[in-house]
Nanobody, 119 residues
Framework: QVQLVESGGGLVQAGGSLRLSCAASGNVRVIETTGWYRQGPGKQRELVAEITNGGVTNYADSVKGRFTISRDNAKHTGSLQMSSLKPEATAVYYC?????????????WGQGTQVTVSS
């Protein structure tokens, strides 16, 4: 089993920057793709960014050029650097990871961290 814990959320002014971090524990050697989702007030969860264990990235159109996802496989950590933040980015952000064993594939979720962007 894999456990994920996010940190780094908080209040920031529009146009500012914030860096979120994610620490993984448990059976970390089985982790494949990692990423970040967010859920704003009254909205469904949406994918913000993801990165494979080989370093290939994918971003939502709304954050391309402003957010950067990264991971350190040796330290079992990941991060999301957010720049030029807009009020629309206000949401709970979740760290995610996928894994598999001989029987099934799994998705793992952190507890979430609040990001609030003021105008």
């Amino acid at each position: 089993q894999v456990q994920l814990v996010e940190s780094g959320g908080g209040l920031v002014q529009a146009g500012g920057s914030l860096r979120l971090s994610c620490a993984a524990s448990g059976n970390v050697r089985v982790i494949e793709t990692t990423g970040w989702y967010r859920q704003g007030p009254g909205k469904q969860r949406e994918l913000v960014a993801e990165i494979t264990n080989g370093g290939v990235t994918n971003y939502a159109d709304s954050v391309k050029g402003r957010f950067t996802i990264s991971r350190d496989n040796a330290k079992h950590t990941g991060s999301l650097q957010m720049s030029s933040l807009k009020p629309e980015a206000t949401a709970v952000y979740y760290c995610t990871a996928t894994s598999r064993d001989r029987w099934a594939r799994y998705s793992h979720w952190g507890q979430g961290t609040q990001v609030t962007v003021s105008s």
